[in-house]
C-alpha cells in the first residue's frame, strides 16, 4: 500500500448496555421527574428504601414496584424485566 491508501477500519461489535432494576429505578425517577423524598412520600416508603433500591443494595416488593411503575408513568413489566409488555411499548404514541 502507498502512503495514501488506508486500509478500512474495522468496526467494534455494537454494545448493548444491560440496565439493571436499579438503573430502571433511576431512569423511571429521572422520567417523572422525582427526588428520593417525592417519590417516597408518593409511594409511601422510606427515603432510604428508595435509597438502597436505586443503590441496589436490596429490591423492592412487587407491591413497591407496582407502585412505583404507577407512579412514574412507567410500564410495569419494563420496570420490573427491562423490556414493555405489548400495552406498554409507547404510550404517548401508541407504537
Do not use: H
Amino acid at each position: 500500500m502507498t502512503e495514501m491508501q488506508t486500509r478500512p477500519t474495522q468496526k467494534a461489535p455494537a454494545v448493548v448496555p444491560e440496565f439493571d432494576l436499579a438503573d430502571r429505578i433511576r431512569k423511571a425517577m429521572r422520567i417523572a421527574g422525582y427526588d428520593y423524598r417525592e417519590l417516597a412520600e408518593r409511594i409511601e416508603v422510606s427515603k432510604s428504601s428508595i435509597g438502597n433500591w436505586v443503590n441496589g443494595v436490596t429490591t423492592p416488593r412487587r407491591r413497591d414496584l407496582r407502585l412505583l411503575a404507577e407512579a412514574c408513568g412507567v410500564d410495569l413489566e419494563w420496570l420490573m424485566f427491562g423490556y414493555a409488555g405489548k400495552e406498554g411499548l409507547n404510550r404517548s404514541t401508541g407504537r
